[in-house]
């Protein structure tokens, strides 16, 4: 069952400020964990305590993000390189 994204205004400048082909495979990971596909990079939970806020670890970027279960949202909040 798919999920809808959302990107906050920062994740989306953060996107646009890194080189397009990485931008581009943030995308799409982000399109497969909606999809409810593994990704190529790792997921773990931010906080033990708090099992909807994630960190995907891709090879170099990280990309912050947190989900709402009842909606089914994903939402992405910011995008690092490293």
């Not at 990107?7 to 799409?28: E, G, K, N």
């Not at 999809?35 to 990280?62: A, H, K, N, W």
């Amino acid at each position: 069952m798919t999920w809808d994204v959302e990107w906050s205004p920062v994740a989306i400048r953060d996107l646009r400020s890194i080189p397009w082909r990485v931008a581009a495979t943030v995308d799409h990971e982000i399109m497969k964990i909606a999809r409810g596909d593994p990704p190529v990079g790792s997921i773990e939970r931010m906080i033990p305590t708090d099992p909807s806020r994630y960190r995907l670890r891709l090879q170099s970027v990280r990309v912050l993000f947190w989900v709402d279960r009842p909606s089914r949202t994903i939402h992405v909040t910011r995008v690092f390189r490293d």
